[in-house]
């Protein structure tokens, strides 16, 4: 009988692409930011480029590292800021996908809009949406929306753009947990996903130039 409860950490300093890691409408290198080494990713050109809930806005945007997860719990520090040519609503989006199907059928993910955290004083409903929940494909932040008036799948958080944020990502079935440094932001009951084994992502999206270092994955 397998142990539900033996957990298994990798960790990765994000100093350069981890071995095995794949890109998808990314591209990604080894830079110096804010006092550490760190991966900067981007989308490609052409995704950039491309048709909105197509090439980006919640799509398979980020840097693949095979892993067998599907619960447990994934850390990243990250830092994120618009970049040039940043369309309007760009908010500086970057996170964490999880339980990515080898052939990018479906997967998870918890990201960040810094641009709307707490620190930048946004109008509007745009302060409780600093965290965002979704789900590929059926599930994405406007139907999430639409469905769930009551904004459970986000959240307001205290940050902002520039600075480096950790966050952390707990699943276990159904259930999801993400904190933001260190405090609690999303506590789902249920959650949209497949429950499946597969890797994880540096997650990115339109107008966005983000960084990543201190990726720990810990399945269990």
Avoid at 132 to 149: G, M
């Amino acid at each position: 009988m397998t142990d539900r409860n033996l957990q298994v950490t990798v960790f990765h300093g994000l100093e350069g692409v981890p071995a095995g890691a794949s890109m998808h409408s990314v591209v990604a290198e080894s830079v110096n930011v804010a006092g550490r080494r760190a991966l900067r990713v981007r989308l490609t050109q052409a995704a950039a480029s491309g048709v909105p809930g197509v090439d980006y806005v919640d799509q398979p945007t980020f840097v693949l590292i095979p892993a067998d997860f599907g619960n447990g719990i994934v850390e990243v520090d990250l830092l994120s800021r618009l970049s040039d040519g940043a369309p309007d609503y760009a908010r500086a989006f970057a996170g964490l996908a999880y339980r990515i199907i080898e052939n990018l059928e479906s997967f998870e993910a918890v990201y960040v809009r810094p641009l709307n955290g707490a620190k930048v004083d946004p109008p509007g409903p745009r302060a409780q949406r600093a965290v965002q929940y979704f789900a590929y494909p059926e599930w994405n932040f406007e139907r999430l929306r639409e469905e769930y008036p009551d904004g459970r799948y986000e959240s307001g958080a205290h940050i902002g753009p520039d600075e480096w944020i950790q966050l952390r990502v707990e699943v276990q079935d159904g259930r999801l947990r993400a904190s933001v440094d260190g405090i609690q932001i999303l506590d789902l009951a249920e959650t949209k996903g497949r429950e499946a084994l597969g890797g994880t992502g540096l997650f990115v999206d339109i107008g966005t130039e983000a960084f990543f270092s201190n990726l720990s994955i810990t399945a269990r």
